[in-house]
């Protein structure tokens, strides 16, 4: 494992994580670097800085394959889980955060490439207002938020956002700074669903665990919301498969029909999901009856609400949230500036297990390790904390004679012990 983080001077440094060494630094940017993200081959690496750049890194060579300028600040990157060629993310400082074909950009070399479809290389992602009762804007040329390429769309002035791709890469889930969630096909750049948010809470953080099918939204009314991803957004390549390898779907089921002779049963197509239509959208979106869930299609929407996690005696505002590696766990960091405390919470119950407190420093970024029980928590300082289970050695096991000792003593051996 090789962990990534930017730095104050502009500097992407790469560590060996076994022997806590120095694999490299990328130096590129001229301003703070805010996020980095990982290529799936762990071959390439995206960074984001507050010079208003993206650079994507060879990492085996320690070059610069492209460098985009765009016009605000950047405060998270992330690339396209099934890359190359790479799209990408970018949640900026000003504006709604930006699709980013970095292929198309790579080729012509500059942010107004022509990709895809005819679209530029940055491009609004399309989100709804902010406000939850107001109408949603005007397209260009007539054309709203689902327009194929060219219109503005609902919300493209929008100030602030984040957004992931979910793990097949085929949505984008865009959490705006207050009020509501939308998914986005990716290719099309078409709304899917929007689904609102309690108290029009603001999202100051979104992230999906290894699997794909869980979502956890940080929102500054003191919880982290968590959400189920239906099938067709968690990964509908996912899904396919996960139908294909169901019980009944082979030859040894052991169901009515399925004897050891049996032909295996056609998995069930995944169904594509059907954009709505620019009307059905601006109901959707002036809906007042609605106070939280799917605008667009109700308890069958694509983003199901599950659980709060929260510190409801102390009210705890969140910095971040993270997904254990085997989704079991979600730990949570406070948006304290001048403590380190990290929550863990017992994903399927929903209860609180432990609290892990550190230096009188603040928390910026959580990553757990995907195959170890290991945490990694960056302090505002820059400093990377390390947290991991303490096993106690038991020599006993081995020898069951062995006595533990708190201190040494003298040891006289007698006459004929070792002869």
């Not at 560590?15 to 990982?38: E, I, K, M, Q, Y």
């Not at 989100?127 to 107001?134: G, N, S």
């Not at 004897?259 to 954009?275: I, K």
């Not at 757990?368 to 029980?373: A, I, K, Q, V």
Request: aromatic share 4%; with cysteine; proline share 7%.
């Amino acid at each position: 494992m090789l962990p990534a983080a930017g730095t104050k001077e502009g500097q992407v440094v790469i560590w060996d994580f076994d022997t806590r060494g120095v694999a490299a630094v990328l130096n590129g940017h001229t301003g703070p670097v805010s996020s980095v993200s990982w290529s799936r081959n762990g071959r390439q690496l995206l960074s984001g800085s507050e010079d208003a750049s993206v650079i994507l890194w060879d990492v085996q060579q320690g070059k610069q394959v492209l460098r985009l300028q765009l016009g605000s600040a950047v405060l998270r990157v992330s690339l396209h889980p099934r890359g190359p060629p790479f799209p990408a993310l970018a949640a900026l400082a000003e504006g709604p955060p930006v699709l980013l074909d970095l292929s198309a950009a790579a080729a012509a070399g500059g942010p107004q490439a022509q990709g895809e479809g005819g679209r530029t290389a940055v491009e609004p992602l399309p989100l709804v207002p902010e406000a939850p009762d107001a109408a949603p804007a005007p397209g260009g040329r007539g054309r709203g938020a689902n327009a194929d390429a060219g219109g503005a769309g609902p919300g493209s002035a929008a100030s602030g956002g984040l957004a992931v791709f979910s793990k097949s890469g085929d949505v984008v889930i865009g959490g705006q700074m207050r009020g509501a969630l939308t998914v986005v096909d990716t290719a099309t750049r078409r709304i899917l669903d929007i689904v609102r948010l309690p108290n029009s809470a603001r999202v100051t953080d979104l992230v999906l665990n290894r699997k794909g099918d869980l979502l956890l939204a940080t929102c500054q009314d003191q919880r982290v919301r968590m959400f189920e991803l239906a099938p067709a957004v968690a990964g509908r390549q996912g899904a396919a498969v996960a139908a294909a390898g169901a019980p009944g779907a082979g030859g040894s089921s052991n169901g009515d029909g399925g004897g050891a002779g049996s032909a295996p049963m056609p998995a069930p197509a995944v169904q594509p999901l059907e954009p709505p239509t620019d009307a059905q959208l601006a109901e959707a979106v002036g809906n007042k009856v609605i106070k939280s869930g799917s605008l667009l299609h109700g308890e069958s929407g694509l983003l199901r609400h599950v659980r709060d996690f929260q510190n409801a005696v102390e009210r705890t505002p969140w910095r971040t949230a993270a997904f254990s590696a085997d989704s079991e766990h979600v730990v949570g960091a406070t948006a304290a500036k001048s403590q380190l405390l990290l929550y863990i919470w017992n994903r399927p119950l929903g209860n609180m297990e432990r609290i892990l407190e550190g230096p009188k420093e603040g928390v910026l970024q959580l990553a757990w390790h995907p195959l170890r029980s290991l945490l990694l928590s960056c302090a505002g300082t820059g400093r990377i904390y390390i947290w991991a289970k303490v096993h106690a050695e038991n020599w006993s096991a081995f020898a069951p004679d062995f006595k533990e000792l708190d201190e040494n003593t003298e040891y006289v051996e007698r006459e004929d012990e070792f002869d």
